[in-house]
């Protein structure tokens, strides 16, 4: 476990690299952002989607962090 902040207790977190898309930011099951991978987003570091028109790809990975 890891405190967050306050009381509040984080019990996971992991980084999903998906197929040919973002890194998506997990904590305790939740999605909490999508961050660019494919260098072509306008609004970094965070995806804007334009990994589809660029035709971004890449493998799947999961990364356990907590
Ligand atoms: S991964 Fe989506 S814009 Fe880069």
Redesign the pocket.
Known sequence: MVRRDGDEMVNSVEIKC?KD???LVIVDGNVVT???????????P???????K?N?KAEEKTIKIV
């Open positions: 998906t898309g973002p890194n999508a961050m660019c991978r494919c260098g072509a987003s306008a609004n970094k965070l995806c804007d989607g334009a990994h589809r660029h971004f």
